[in-house]
């Protein structure tokens, strides 16, 4: 198995995968909100490829949901897209995304042929998927445009967002039986498509804010992500400012640095999700790039990491 290391967010705490997370500077595994699982697949020879899988502990106790997000671990890709690029959109061969795909899907336990793709624009649009959306984008050309959240009802069906330091967003209704995701970047977060989400499982599903469960994925810290005023004011008009004082440094110069993070769960709390039902990331993508691809620390030469979330259909 490849070892490798993780620098932990927000602590930049480092601790090597291989050894199991003994205690390291008073900090240990156990308090982590993440873990990585390992899954054998078999690769066109016959070859068995180890393909890590990036989970979070607060949907351990529900049986009736798969989760995942990726690493660049694992796949077939080359040069910068190494090696488990799972985007159509970053000049990739479509055999190869099609292989890191079918090798990640068989990793979490879905049918990689039944993906349902968002079509990010940095927009707070949220599209339900029903069956009749059933592969679009991986194996059916897709009429989902400009969507950057995706929510449905029906099991089944494996809804699939991507990224490379934006800010994931995991939805689960354990009651209403509803799964969700949004692609929540500094635009989609200022603009809280977060609480829209909550909102849209709300009207739409008959969800209660306080029964969803809701993940942040790994994404760029508050350490690695320098905003300019531009930015920095559309959070001061639209967040409160005693969240405001918690998410944002003012360096001077009219330079910040965000906290994305903090901001998402400003965004949960707002639309009624409780505190104890949100799990905050402890992994920073522009951290750790050998591990995740991360635009801002390779200045775009990167391949897509992938959120997943599907309802499992036990019929």
């Known amino acids: 198995m490849e070892t490798f290391k993780l620098k932990l967010n927000p602590d930049k705490l480092l601790a090597n995968q291989e050894i199991g997370y003994n205690y390291i500077n008073g900090y240990s595994f156990k308090n982590r909100s993440t873990k990585i699982s390992y899954a054998s697949v078999k690769d066109d020879a016959g070859k068995t490829i180890k393909v890590p899988v990036i989970k979070y502990k607060i949907f351990d106790e529900y049986d009736d949901i798969i989760h995942g997000f990726s690493t660049r671990k694992g796949g077939v890709s080359r040069a910068h897209l190494s090696s488990l690029n799972l985007s159509f959109t970053r000049g990739d061969r479509t055999e190869n995304v099609m292989e890191n795909h079918r090798r990640f899907g068989e990793a979490c336990g ?32 897709s009429d989902i445009k400009g969507i950057d959240g995706l929510v449905t009802n029906v099991p089944g069906i494996p809804l699939i967002t991507f990224y490379a ?98 901001a998402c769960k400003f965004n949960f709390m707002e639309a009624g999700v409780l505190e104890e039902h949100i799990a905050m990331p402890d992994l920073c993508t522009c951290c750790n790039d050998d591990l995740l691809f991360s635009h801002r620390k390779t200045r775009g030469m990167r391949g897509n990491l992938a959120a997943v979330i599907m309802l499992k259909d036990n019929a």
């Open 110 to 141: 879905y049918d990689y042929t039944r993906l349902v793709f968002s079509d990010q624009v940095h927009s707070t649009n949220i599209y339900e998927v029903t069956q009749k959306d059933i592969g679009k984008g991986i194996i059916n050309e």
């Open 165 to 262: 330091d934006c800010v994931p967003l995991y939805f689960y209704d354990p009651i209403k039986k509803v799964v969700g995701l949004a692609h929540s970047g500094w635009k989609g977060t200022v603009e809280k498509i977060g609480t829209k989400m909550i909102n849209k499982m709300v009207d739409n599903y008959g969800s209660n804010p306080s029964d969803i469960i809701c993940a942040i994925g790994p994404s760029i810290c508050q350490d690695c992500y320098e905003i300019s005023k531009d930015v920095a004011d559309r959070f001061k008009d639209m967040f409160k400012p005693e969240n405001n004082k918690q998410m944002m440094i003012d360096k001077g110069g009219d330079k910040y640095q965000l906290d994305l993070h903090k």
